[in-house]
Every structure is written in structure tokens, then in C-alpha cells.
């Protein structure tokens, strides 16, 4: 047994994302905050965001109600409508907010902020910035600020393993370095903003450390969870023919459609007029699963996006990330049908928050994709999630900037050393096979019930034989998620939103 590392803090937020970085730019000067990240600053999905950040700065009763309509549609019937409300209601002043922080978004000649559409959406209110870059641009900006902040500390290269739990009341995290040194922090107001799940997959858009910690960390301390049945894959993400490419996955942004570009199949037939009214603009559920189809109709692995018609220059001045990417891949937008498929993009489901981010747990709130605020029902709207994340980012600090904090209850917690040479990499590889296989667009039972077979046996294994290694908590993290995902799969048996049930 040894004794580890012991920090008290006010405020302990956990991931370097949108979700955790704002959060803790709207919580008072006067509490010491300790931002821990599994990985530098600007490693996030957050960063990855091309589209950019839905919402509405006219606060006309008229246009705040088509936000709604909107994402209400996508959401397929299972949503909070409250929450959404809510959502819709408080984008004007967070996102005045960053722009009053500085976040560059595009505007015009003349400085009115330019705006975009994109699948599910009647209008055009999307903000963007960069063209193609708006997280890289928000997040840098953000971090700026974040790092000459004094009441903020950063700890980078940590990961959350598990959460300090007693009496259902959440005390502080537990920490692992990525080379095996351990920390506890104590804190009056614990917040969780990982990120996404893409890792459980063989192929995602999500940054490679997306393993689903807090969800996972959430689940054993007793945490309530929602919709984890629930995984949107995007529909066009970049395909790569040679087969070179592994792992994170170039998507080629919803904002390209929305700008006019269309799908073709192998043939070079538009198709989606066969499954939608709203063609390309359908909601991502919609479009990934009609691409699902017009794949096995025309036996190919990937559809085409064309977007020849829309010009060199507007399409290297208003995206020019994935043109460069393209250009990289051997690909020039303004001559070439680009190959893309769906592929796993964003985790709907997460820790239950109540309109105040708080979870069912006392002093633990949540934020961003770990969590499930209800806003997005069983198919999220294109580009809402970095609205959320500003939105209960705000609504979290204003809790915890009410609480008068008069103790930080902490006790030294021991550890028994249990270091193995083990390599959990297959463990990994069999699980993101499993679940790109079985779990992805089209799910049926007997697939379902092999998933669960596969994912149970690890997680059995993992939970049997314990030890104390990062590699072994990147692999229970993982295979705990998954075991999350089809559990819910299996359950629902009715086909909703982004969850496909053939039989």
C-alpha cells in the first residue's frame, strides 16, 4: 500500500474541451480552479469542429421558435423540450460572449457575422470562423485566455480513472498520469466535461483520446445515464481507398452541403431525393442511413460528395481545411468526386443532467458530450453541441458560483500497486472491431447478442484483474462504454433517430 498525491481545490473540472474551458471562464475569480486534461490543451473533438456553433443572436420569438422546431424534428420525439428551450433561449448571450472574448467568426464587408446551413436546419444560423475552422479558432482563443487566467491551474497528461464518491456525494476525482504516477483532488464542485466515445470504434472523427472516461468513471460511481443506445455517425466523412489512412477520420463538414454540394452514388446518380424531400439538408440520422443503403443497393463502400459546381475559389476561401485535406489525399474538390462514407462522429447519450448541469450525484455536474442534457433526443441537429457546451457551461458556474465554500472535505487515500506488463492493445482493437461490426448504423439482434458476448467476457476479465496502469484503465474505460452502448442497443428494440433496429 502507498500513499499518493493529495490537492484540494474549489472547483475541479475535468477535460480540456469547450464544455470544460468556458465553464470555467464564467465561474468567479475569487474560486481556485484546477482544469485537468488527458491530453494538451487543443487535443479535443472541441478543436476538430469544422461547422461551426448553432444558435440565434436576433431574439425574435419568431426565429427562436424554428430553432426549436428544428432541433425538436431531429430529435426524432425523444427529447426535454424544456431543455431545449432553454438551449435556444440562451444562445444570444453566450454567443455574444464569444465574441466579446475574441473568437474571430467570419463576417462580411461590411462586419456582419456571415451564417451557414446545415442538415436539419430551415435556416441559415450557423456562425463559423476560419471557414472550415471554427473549434481550432474558439479553443485558441479560449485557451489564451484560460492560461493567463490566476485562479486557474492546468494539469495536462492526466486521466480521470475514477471519482470520489461517499454517500452519493462526489468529493474530487482520481487521477492517473500517462506514465503511471497517480493524484487525488478533493473539491466542493466537480464537473465533467471528457468528451466523446469515438476510441469504442475502429474508425471516428472524435480525437484519439475520446474513450469515454467520465461516462465510464460516472457508471461506477453510481451515476444516472441516458441514452447511450444513441450514437450519431456522420454521413460524410472522408473515404480513403487506399486503406491507408487508420484510426481518426477526416469528415467533410455538413456545412459543404449546406453550401450546395450534393451526393452521388458509384454511378453518379443523386439518390437522396429517394429517401428525403429535404435531400442532402436531411437530418444526419436520415442522410447516414439512406448512404447505408445506396452502399449495399450498389454493392460499393462509400458514396461521392460533389461539390465541382460550387468554384476553386469559393471553395479554398470558405473551406479551406478540407480543401488542403482533400488536396492532401489526392483529391481537387473543384474537379474530383470525393469518396465518403458514415462513421462515428458523436455520443448522444452520457450522464443525466438536470437544466443546471447537475447529475444525480450531489457536488458532480456535467457538461458537453459526456453528458445527456435531453437537448438533442435521439438524433442531435448539426452543429448544437458546441451551443450546449456554452449554454450549461454558463448555467454549471452560475450553481457553483452561489456556493460559499467554508471546507474542502478531503482524506489521504490509499493505493496497493498492482503493475503488469499486460498489453490491453488487442483488448482495444477486438472491442472497436466488435462495435464498428455490430454496433454501427444497422443493428439486429444476433448481432447485438454477439457484441454483448464479446464485450461482456473482457469486461469480466478487466474488472476480475485489477491493476494500476493507464493502459489497463484505457481498456476498462473502453470496454465499459461499449458494454454501456449495447446494452441500451439491445434494449430498445424499436428503431429511433440515429438507434436502426432491423429486427
Known amino acids: 500500500m502507498s500513499e499518493i498525491k493529495k490537492i484540494t481545490t474549489d472547483v475541479l473540472i475535468l477535460g480540456g474541451g469547450l464544455a470544460g474551458l468556458y465553464t470555467a471562464l464564467n465561474i ?3 474560486k481556485n480552479i484546477i482544469i485537468v486534461s488527458k491530453e494538451p490543451l487543443g487535443l479535443s473533438n472541441s478543436y476538430l469542429a469544422q461547422g461551426g456553433i448553432a444558435g440565434e443572436l436576433n431574439t425574435s420569438e419568431e426565429i427562436l421558435a424554428k430553432h426549436i422546431e428544428d432541433t425538436l424534428i431531429a430529435g426524432s420525439g425523444l427529447f426535454d423540450k424544456e431543455a431545449i428551450k432553454e438551449l435556444v433561449y440562451d444562445a444570444s448571450e453566450n454567443l455574444q460572449m464569444l465574441i466579446d472574448l475574441g473568437v474571430p467568426f467570419d463576417v462580411d464587408e461590411s462586419g456582419k457575422i456571415l451564417l451557414t446551413k446545415e442538415g436539419g436546419h430551415s435556416t441559415r444560423r450557423i456562425l463559423h470562423a476560419g471557414g472550415d475552422a471554427t473549434g481550432k479558432n474558439i479553443m485558441e482563443t479560449l485557451i489564451t485566455l484560460i492560461r493567463n487566467r490566476e485562479n486557474i491551474q492546468v494539469i495536462e497528461n492526466y486521466m480521470l480513472y475514477d471519482l470520489i464518491v461517499k454517500d452519493n456525494k462526489c468529493f474530487g476525482g482520481r487521477l492517473i498520469s500517462m506514465d503511471n504516477m497517480f ?21 471516428s472523427t472524435n480525437a484519439h483520446g475520446a474513450t469515454g472516461d467520465g461516462i465510464a468513471a460516472a457508471y461506477r460511481a453510481g451515476a444516472k445515464l441516458r441514452g447511450m443506445e444513441f450514437v450519431q455517425f456522420h454521413p460524410t466523412v472522408f473515404y480513403d481507398v487506399t486503406g491507408n489512412i487508420k484510426g481518426q477520420k477526416f469528415l467533410i463538414s455538413e456545412a459543404v452541403r449546406g453550401e450546395g454540394a450534393y451526393l452521388v452514388n458509384i454511378n453518379g446518380e443523386r439518390f437522396m431525393k429517394k429517401y428525403d424531400q429535404r435531400l442532402e439538408l436531411a437530418p444526419r440520422d436520415i442522410v447516414s442511413q439512406s448512404i447505408m443503403k445506396e452502399m449495399y443497393d450498389t454493392w460499393s463502400q462509400y458514396v461521392y460528395i460533389d461539390a465541382r459546381h460550387l468554384g476553386k475559389d469559393f471553395l479554398i476561401q470558405r473551406f479551406p481545411t478540407i480543401y488542403q485535406k482533400c488536396l492532401e489525399s489526392g483529391y481537387h474538390m473543384e474537379n474530383d468526386l470525393i469518396p465518403v462514407a458514415p462513421v462515428e462522429h458523436y455520443g448522444i447519450g452520457g450522464v443525466q443532467i438536470d437544466l443546471n448541469g447537475e447529475t ?17 433526443g435521439a438524433n442531435r441537429l448539426a452543429s448544437n453541441s458546441l451551443l450546449e457546451c456554452i449554454v450549461f457551461g454558463k448555467r454549471i458556474a452560475k450553481i457553483v458560483n452561489q456556493k460559499t465554500i467554508l471546507h474542502i472535505e478531503s482524506w489521504n487515500i490509499d493505493i496497493e500497486y498492482s503493475v503488469n506488463k499486460y498489453n490491453y492493445h488487442p483488448i482495444r482493437e477486438e472491442i472497436r472491431d466488435t462495435m464498428s ?7 439486429d439482434s444476433d448481432g447485438l447478442h454477439l457484441a454483448q458476448s464479446i464485450i461482456n467476457r473482457h469486461y469480466r476479465n478487466l474488472c ?6 493507464v493502459d489497463y484503465y484505457r481498456a476498462l474505460n473502453i470496454v465499459t462504454v461499449a458494454k454501456l452502448i449495447t446494452d441500451a442497443a439491445e434494449a430498445r428494440k424499436e428503431s429511433i433517430g440515429c438507434h436502426l433496429r432491423i429486427n
Not at 493524484?183 to 474508425?203: E, H, P, R, W
Not at 457538461?367 to 438533442?376: A, D, F, I, K, R
Not at 461490426?437 to 443493428?443: L, S
Request: proline share 2%.
Open 28 to 30: 468567479n475569480k475569487d
Open 183 to 203: 493524484c487525488n483532488i478533493f473539491a466542493t464542485s466537480i464537473i465533467l466535461a471528457t468528451g466523446g466515445i469515438g476510441a469504442v470504434y475502429k474508425d
Open 360 to 376: 444525480s450525484i450531489s457536488n458532480l455536474y456535467a457538461n458537453g458530450e459526456c453528458c445527456s442534457s435531453g437537448v438533442h
Open 437 to 443: 461490426k455490430y454496433v454501427f448504423i444497422v443493428r
Open 464 to 469: 476480475k484483474y485489477p491493476f494500476t496502469t
